[in-house]
């Protein structure tokens, strides 16, 4: 499935719709062939037991690394 796509199903799911995870540069979101949707971190900064698939939702996370562009300044 197109990334894009998976995140606007997740976006979709209430506990996922509230995750840090869904606005971070270092997610995957994974869908099932059975429609169920799943955040993967890829985040290199993580320690080695940091789970690969974080509870959901999750509200805060040291490691989050915004996908939004950086302003640019004038
Ligand atoms: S680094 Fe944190 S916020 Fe980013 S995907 Fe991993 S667990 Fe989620």
Redesign the pocket.
Do not use: N
């Given at each position: 499935m197109d990334p894009k796509a998976a995140d606007l199903l997740a976006c979709q799911q209430p506990l996922l719709a509230q995750?840090?995870?869904l606005?971070?540069?270092?997610?995957?979101t994974i869908v099932s062939g059975k429609g169920s949707v799943f955040?993967?971190?890829?985040?290199q900064?993580?320690p080695s037991q940091?789970?690969k698939y974080?509870p959901q939702p999750?509200r805060q996370?040291?490691?989050?690394?915004s996908d939004e562009p950086e302003p640019v300044a004038d």
């Amino acid at each position: 499935m197109d990334p894009k796509a998976a995140d606007l199903l997740a976006c979709q799911q209430p506990l996922l719709a509230q995750s840090v995870c869904l606005r971070c540069l270092d997610h995957r979101t994974i869908v099932s062939g059975k429609g169920s949707v799943f955040m993967l971190c890829q985040s290199q900064q993580t320690p080695s037991q940091w789970p690969k698939y974080p509870p959901q939702p999750l509200r805060q996370c040291g490691y989050f690394r915004s996908d939004e562009p950086e302003p640019v300044a004038d």
